[in-house]
């Protein structure tokens, strides 16, 4: 199972990108999707996070600003971001729990990052 997150850039504050993580490999069922993020200097957060059962739940910082959100078909889990501020600034991770067959327990798998950089 492979992870490909993408979508990351450059926006100046105020604007908006949307962020992909997408799954590939053998996969029977994809739990628990959250999205981390690292800034320079400082620890790796959690930003948001969506269920199968696609309860939700975010980082203070970035409530009514960020949606998260997922299509199990294309197994991709989706990071709208709107409102961007310079603080948002940073490597951003997906992290999945995935399944490989019914008889298969859950494994966590993480992505490669992609920068995003909210800067003027």
């Known amino acids: 199972v492979q992870l490909q997150a993408c979508g990351g850039g450059l926006v100046q504050p105020g604007g908006s990108l949307r962020l992909s993580c997408v799954a590939s490999?053998?996969?029977?069922?994809?739990?628990?999707t959250s999205w981390y993020r690292q800034a320079p200097g400082k620890q790796r957060e959690l930003v948001a996070r969506?269920?199968?059962?696609?309860?939700?739940n975010y980082a203070d910082s970035v409530k009514g600003r960020f949606a998260i959100s997922r299509d199990n078909a294309k197994n991709t889990v989706y990071l709208q971001m709107n409102s961007l501020k310079a603080e948002d600034t940073g490597v951003y991770y997906c992290?999945?729990?995935?399944?490989?067959?019914?008889?298969?327990?859950?494994?966590?798998?993480w992505g490669k990052g992609t920068q995003v950089t909210v800067s003027s």
């Open positions: 992290n999945q729990d995935v399944r490989i067959s019914s008889l298969s327990p859950y494994v966590n798998y």
């Open positions: 490999g053998t996969i029977f069922s994809i739990n628990t």
């Open positions: 969506i269920t199968s059962g696609l309860n939700t």
